[in-house]
């Protein structure tokens, strides 16, 4: 990292930045000081070094041994927020609670269902977040990606091929900016949708425990009719622990650290919950959660 603007850091402690509580430390971690320092950090790496990027790592299960190669974190300078007259402009460390807020402010409609999504733009756009009845692929209209060789380059919807929490991005490749499209709205209106929004969210999911977001993707109406947390109601895996990790008794699709849960007890939970779901309908459910980093050997965590 010779050279490079930003703070950099070894062995540093990751469970601390993540919403579970959980995970190793990363081998080094950089925040770059902006997007010209990233992307002059990345056209020097070797090609074989892996590269994670996270954002408030609100999705994510970081394994106990940690993540090798360079963990990229946005910071401040990402987050910028910028209104325009049929939109915004925002940073991919951007909120995206504090980009539903801004638009409000501003009276623009159309962005309130971020509000109801933890997390930052840059991993909003990266899984095609979505609650709430809209989605990233609805409102953007392109995203800055910084690439892993060190390109700049500008990206529009259609090329990020959306489908349901996924996109075209590649590995190693950073959101650091995204327009996202908007309509004038009355501000009272827009505040109180982003109100109910809140109110539905807290009514129905632990947003008070140490948990992430859905553990698994709902399937497909052709698979099943039923969403994931009915699949895993029924095969009786509400309250299910294992270790320090508990099913959520409020909403059985996620998973809950009750306060001494390690990486590996999350993940094996999860995949017992896939076992016994597929048991029971049939149904294989996949992680919406995304699982990094090495298992510890001394936890036994799942790969």
Known sequence: MRGAR????????????????VGGPADCLFQPADGDDLASALSRLSPELPVTTLGACSNVIIRDGGLSGLVVRLGGAFAAIVTEEE?????????????????????????EFLAGIPGSIGGAVRMNAGAYGSDMATVLDWAEIVTRDGGLVRLHAGDLRFGYRHSALTDGSVVVRARLRATAGDRADIAARIADVRAARESAQPVRARTGGSTFRNPDAATSQLKAWQLID????????????????????FLINTGGATAADLETLGETVRKRVMEQSGVSLHWEIKRLGIPSTETGGAA
Do not use: M, Y
């Not at 299910?240 to 909403?251: P, R, Y």
């Open 6 to 21: 930003g703070k950099v850091s070894f062995g540093q402690p990751l469970a601390p930045r993540s919403w579970f509580r």
């Open 87 to 111: 939109g915004l402009v925002v940073g991919g460390a951007a909120l995206d609670a504090t980009v539903a807020e801004t638009a409000a402010a501003a009276g623009l409609a159309g962005l």
């Open 234 to 253: 029924a095969a009786g895996c509400r309250g299910l622990t294992i270790g320090g990790a508990q099913v959520s008794e409020k909403h059985c699709n």
